[in-house]
Each structure stands twice: as C-alpha cells, then as structure tokens.
C-alpha cells in the first residue's frame, strides 16, 4: 500500500514541477520539500506525512520534512501552505476540514480551498473508531447510549478540533441516539486520545492510527466504525463490532487525504480526514 500511495503521490508532485517549465522540471526537487501538517505531533495525518515521505525521499533524492501547524481546526497550517513561496517544496496535507469542511463551518477563511490549492492526489481513506476508556461501565454500544441517556449531559467526548471528523462524527451519533455528550476540543487526536485514555474525558471517535496502539494494549476499549458502501472491512479491527446499536444504521466514518496544489503558482495540498 505505501508503494502505491508514493507511486500515485510522485505522479501528482512531478507533474506539478512540470508545470513550473521545463528547468524547473529537470531539477526539481532542488531542495528538501516540506509537508506542513495542520495537527499535533502524533496523529493519522502525521504518520501518513513520515510514511509517503520516506518513499518519496529515496525516490527522487531530496529530504522530506515534517513542519507541524495545528489550530483552528487546520486552518493555522492551510494559511502557512497557502503563504508559502510557490516553488513546489511546501506540501500541505490537507485533510477533509481543510479541503471541505471548514468552508461550511466559518463564514469567512483566511484562505480559499478552491483558488489557492489544486488537488495533486487522493491519498488515502481511513476507518475512524469509537474509543471510550476502559472504566466505564460500557461493553457496548448501547451500554454507552444508555449511560449517555441515565448521565445526560455529564459525559464527555474528546476531538482534534471543532470542525473535524473526531467533532462531527461525535455529534451526529449525538443526534442519532438523542444523547447529551460535552464538547472537549484539543488541537490534535493524540492529546485528545491521552486524557480518554487518562480518564478525563470519557470517548472519543478516532482516527484509527493513533488510535490503535492504545486498542491493543488495553488502554481503550474501542466499536469499529466503517462505511456501508461495500468497502473492505480494517483487517486489524475485524473482531471489533461495527458501530451500530438497536433501532439505529450506523454511520458512515471514513476520512480522506489528498494533495493539492495552487493554479498557477505551485504550492503545496495533501488531504486527510
């Protein structure tokens, strides 16, 4: 899988050099190229990052580093690509808050997905998963409406940030299971995923990267989520339930990661949600 990511990834960022004009085609890259990830240290859209990275940088010779610029839910980091010189060597990772979400979120962004970035690649889509910590008293879905309905409003769930998948996928079961959850933003999954595990907050729907080392050693109890369009089941988490309970169809949770670049002047996109 990574082998392909990289491959479809080198298509997309050697075509963009391309359109600089021909020298700069023939020497691109002429220096290390940066991927700007608009979260925390830790999470899916970091470890995508490092993973395409490496490939890319025994591929075409140049170092590949990481710059991270979380907040405001990506658009701290989309700003900083966008701002970027446009020379092809700052890569955003955009994930779907960046891209798509925000727009329906604020009124007014300080960048515009559709002008200053072109799409290079869809790189990746991933299962999201809901994690609780493992003294509740929940072995279930349904357990967890139930405690959700008995203790409304004095539960909490965990996100990487108002507008993200880890937000609106925690408010639509909200609203599927007419349950009073608190918001506790944080700006990045991994230190939302500390305090579930920690015990300060109660759940969590999560990214499965991050998410997975914690499922395996027991630091969360988790119910898989996965999309009902036909798509393959996450081997790592066939034994985990889908996220469903009684009376209910359980959403669909998946994010997506692509690259885009600006028009004319080539800087950097690469989505994930």
Same mark, same amino acid.
């Given at each position: 899988?990574?082998?392909?990511?990289?491959?479809?990834?080198?298509?997309?960022?050697?075509?963009?050099? !391309?359109?600089?004009?021909?020298?700069? !085609?023939?020497?691109?890259?002429?220096?290390?190229?940066?991927?700007?990830?608009?979260?925390?240290?830790?999470?899916?859209?970091?470890?995508?990052?490092?993973?395409?990275?490496?490939?890319?940088?025994?591929?075409?010779?140049?170092?590949?580093?990481?710059?991270?610029?979380?907040?405001?839910?990506?658009?701290?980091?989309?700003?900083? !690509?966008?701002?970027?010189?446009?020379?092809?060597?700052?890569?955003?990772?955009?994930?779907?808050?960046?891209?798509?979400?925000?727009?329906?979120?604020?009124?007014?962004?300080?960048?515009?997905?559709?002008?200053?970035?072109?799409?290079?690649?869809?790189?990746?889509?991933?299962?999201?998963?809901?994690?609780?910590?493992?003294?509740?008293?929940?072995?279930?879905?349904?357990?967890?409406?139930?405690?959700?309905?008995?203790?409304?409003?004095?539960?909490?769930?965990?996100?990487?940030?108002?507008?993200?998948?880890?937000?609106?996928?925690?408010?639509?079961?909200?609203?599927?299971?007419?349950?009073?959850?608190?918001?506790?933003?944080?700006?990045? =999954?991994?230190?939302?995923? +500390?305090?579930?595990?920690?015990?300060?907050?109660?759940?969590?729907?999560?990214?499965?990267?991050?998410?997975?080392?914690?499922?395996?050693?027991?630091?969360?109890?988790?119910?898989? =989520?996965?999309?009902?369009?036909?798509?393959?089941?996450?081997? +790592?988490?066939?034994?985990?339930?889908?996220?469903?309970?009684?009376? =209910?169809?359980?959403?669909?949770?998946?994010?997506?990661?692509?690259?885009?670049?600006?028009?004319?002047?080539?800087?950097?996109?690469?989505? !994930?949600?």
């Amino acid at each position: 899988m990574t082998t392909t990511l990289a491959r479809c990834l080198l298509i997309g960022v050697l075509a963009a050099g !391309a359109a600089l004009g021909p020298a700069a !085609a023939q020497t691109y890259p002429s220096r290390p190229v940066t991927f700007v990830v608009p979260f925390a240290p830790g999470g899916g859209t970091e470890f995508l990052a490092r993973m395409l990275g490496q490939r890319l940088e025994q591929r075409l010779g140049k170092p590949f580093l990481i710059e991270h610029r979380p907040g405001a839910g990506g658009v701290t980091g989309a700003v900083a !690509a966008a701002r970027a010189t446009p020379d092809g060597h700052t890569i955003l990772m955009a994930p779907s808050p960046v891209m798509a979400i925000n727009v329906t979120l604020h009124k007014k962004l300080p960048y515009d997905p559709a002008a200053d970035f072109v799409p290079l690649a869809l790189v990746v889509l991933s299962p999201y998963v809901l994690v609780v910590n493992p003294s509740l008293p929940v072995h279930s879905v349904a357990d967890l409406v139930r405690l959700a309905k008995q203790r409304s409003g004095q539960l909490s769930y965990a996100s990487a940030g108002a507008g993200t998948p880890h937000h609106l996928f925690a408010e639509l079961f909200k609203a599927m299971t007419g349950t009073e959850i608190a918001h506790v933003p944080y700006r990045g =999954s991994v230190p939302a995923l +500390t305090d579930v595990a920690a015990g300060h907050v109660a759940l969590m729907f999560c990214d499965l990267p991050p998410a997975l080392s914690l499922i395996r050693d027991g630091g969360c109890a988790r119910s898989a =989520s996965r999309p009902r369009n036909g798509w393959r089941r996450c081997r +790592t988490l066939r034994r985990s339930p889908r996220l469903a309970y009684p009376g =209910s169809t359980p959403p669909p949770g998946r994010w997506w990661s692509r690259r885009p670049a600006r028009p004319s002047r080539w800087s950097s996109g690469c989505t !994930a949600s």
